[in-house]
């Protein structure tokens, strides 16, 4: 049987911690000999440890409604103006760690008769996933208290200690990182769905890169490890992976019928097979085990999706193919939708529909983004994760795999790493943010590919990073959010780069039209496609009823879509909320707050646990 990246368990044992208690045992129907006292026991209990991770239906969609770059219809309250509080927190949960932690104590109990190698092995899993569990709390609210072993009813003070330093945090995720990758004996599995040692590796890299930026850019510092520190950590760790040679940035486009846009950057989220030389940790679908996605029905759904797509003010950043910016054109605002996608950077045609899109099985409506129904209000509507097949729609019936770790975020974080600490060679250039672009067909011998960049981007500096003046540095963040985007980096990102204003400031722009009450062809195929119009259906002549689109007036507090002027000519969508986008001068929103309700209950136990500034 394959190896899915699913909540697996064997017959001889199903274990679940179903509540955020940090003192209750898992639930377990077998005793503790059964579990370690074979390797069988071990592997079947280490399978619950990766429902810790993104899933095939999660993963497409875990940034749908907190970004900057892509407009939705529902924003997460916690970026919008008085709707979230210390209240509304409801996220503090433990079960997941009392699930490592126990199997972690059982490792080194007496019923524990396994070989020292089997049990290390199993021990390096684990403490991957404490690692993972505590990165993630360390993103989310900042410090908290670190536990290592299950507690019990006694142990109230330390149940209740109040947070550890970010120093400690982190020195403890090193340690688990460091265990886990010299003693992790995975090299490879079948899709890259077994935790290896290159996954240590790779989570170390990541890891370090953000707690250093983090400090950087936050003035904070820690008496155990310097930001240097943990940007050279970083770096040694995505070294480490690079010198290995295992893997490498996929090159070969998958050929399969379902699909209409091809590409060696698309493929990697539209094979039905891991792509394994790129991907470090991989989630595997089959259709034949109900083992599916939902990925169409999310994104080509008006009612079950957040219509979640990219902003043109994004779309702006991806280059042209010769490696200048696309925002260096002095007509580049009204350039048509259809004139977009031409010799620009080839990801944008397989992360978005493009003028030459179409869905098999499809109408001609399919071959455009759906503003008309609201699915794609901007007119840049996501296929990265999609397969091109209207049969997949409306079901969670997504047969494509997903990498969850894969080797082009290394490059990016050694890249960006040796760039912080000013050491960036024009060979780490090449190696890291070249190659990746020569892939999306930016050519060989531009500057863009072979050169450290000298020259600011200011379209890219004014409206995403106003505070780097750096160029290379730039670059690298260009390169960063355009490889990853939809991947659910982006929120940790910008925290890091205390750039959290861009949740609030970035236009949820969308496409260019030349006029209102005209119907308009926007990939230049014959066939009207939108009728832009601020009147109501009923005063729509009927030819143009199915490609209806409301315009709002300037001055409506609802929410949909508006038309700027544009000063050179025609209309600039633009799509807002009802309830406005914002980011607190404070800095708050940095780190969610400990809930209200933890807070009550440390107090009621005659302990204190420290709130959050802002909260």
């Not at 050929?255 to 493929?267: E, N, P, Q, W």
């Not at 409306?394 to 490059?411: F, G, Q």
């Not at 009728?531 to 009923?538: M, W």
Request: aromatic share 14%.
């Amino acid at each position: 049987m394959k190896y899915r990246y699913v909540y697996i368990l064997s017959a001889i044992l199903t274990v679940l911690a179903p509540s955020c208690s940090l003192q209750e045992d898992p639930w377990a129907y077998a005793s503790k000999k059964e579990i370690f006292s074979s390797e069988d026991g071990l592997n079947s209990y280490a399978y619950s440890f990766y429902q810790a991770l993104p899933t095939l239906k999660s993963l497409p969609v875990c940034e749908a409604s907190n970004v900057d770059y892509a407009a939705c219809r529902s924003y997460s309250n916690f970026y919008c103006d008085g709707a979230y509080t210390a209240e509304t927190s409801t996220s503090w949960s433990w079960s997941s760690l009392r699930n490592i932690n126990y199997f972690l104590d059982g490792l080194h109990s007496e019923e524990c008769t396994v070989s020292d190698e089997v049990r290390n092995h199993y021990e390096g899993v684990a403490r991957w996933f404490r690692a993972y569990f505590y990165y993630d709390k360390l993103a989310t609210y900042g410090p908290v208290p670190w536990f290592d072993h299950c507690l019990s009813n006694s142990d109230t003070d330390e149940m209740y200690k109040n947070r550890d330093s970010r120093d400690f945090i982190i020195g403890k995720i090193i340690e688990d990182l460091d265990f886990a990758y010299d003693n992790i004996s995975t090299t490879s599995s079948v899709g890259n769905t077994k935790i290896s040692k290159y996954a240590a590796l790779a989570l170390k890299s990541r890891v370090c890169l953000f707690e250093a930026s983090w400090r950087k850019y936050h003035g904070e510092s820690g008496a155990a490890y310097t930001i240097r520190q943990l940007y050279d950590l970083s770096i040694a760790a995505s070294k480490a992976l690079m010198d290995s040679k295992v893997f490498s940035l996929n090159q070969t486009s998958v050929s399969d019928d379902l699909i209409t846009v091809k590409g060696a950057y698309r493929s990697l989220f539209y094979s039905r097979e891991v792509l394994t030389n790129e991907v470090i940790l991989g989630a595997v679908a089959s259709l034949a085990e109900n083992v599916t996605g939902e990925a169409n029905w999310k994104y080509n759904s008006g009612s079950y999706g957040n219509s979640f797509c990219l902003s043109r003010a994004f779309v702006y950043t991806y280059l042209r193919t010769d490696g200048t910016p696309f925002t260096s054109q002095s007509n580049y605002s009204t350039i048509p939708f259809k004139n977009e996608f031409t010799n620009r950077d080839n990801r944008l045609a397989q992360t978005v529909k493009g003028p030459s899109y179409s869905m098999n099985g499809g109408d001609a409506t399919r071959k455009v983004a759906d503003i008309v129904n609201n699915v794609a209000p901007t007119g840049y509507h996501p296929i990265k994760f999609v397969e091109d097949a209207t049969s997949k729609d409306n079901k969670a019936k997504n047969e494509n795999c997903y990498p969850l770790i894969r080797y082009a975020e290394i490059l990016l974080n050694y890249a960006e790493a040796r760039a912080e600490i000013g050491a960036i060679t024009a060979s780490d250039w090449q190696n890291t943010i070249g190659a990746l672009r020569k892939r999306a067909g930016i050519g060989a011998s531009s500057d863009a590919v072979m050169a450290l960049p000298t020259t600011v981007d200011t379209y890219l500096q004014q409206t995403f990073y106003p505070k780097v003046t750096s160029p290379v540095i730039l670059e690298i963040r260009r390169e960063r959010a355009i490889e990853l985007v939809y991947e659910g980096f982006r929120v940790n990102d910008l925290n890091r780069w205390a750039e959290g204003k861009r949740f609030e400031s970035v236009p949820w722009t969308g496409i260019h039209f030349p006029a209102l009450d005209t119907p308009f062809d926007v990939n230049g195929d014959g066939a009207a496609d939108y009728y832009f119009t601020q009147k109501e259906l009923t005063e729509v002549s009927a030819a143009y009823k199915g490609i209806y689109v409301k315009i709002l007036p300037e001055e409506s507090q609802e929410q949909g879509l508006h038309a700027d002027p544009n000063p050179a000519g025609g209309y600039d969508l633009r799509y807002e909320l009802a309830l406005k986008r914002k980011w607190y001068d404070d800095g708050r929103q940095y780190l969610r707050p400990v809930p209200a309700q933890i807070v009550r209950d440390y107090a009621n136990r005659g302990y204190v646990i420290d709130q959050n500034p802002g909260w």
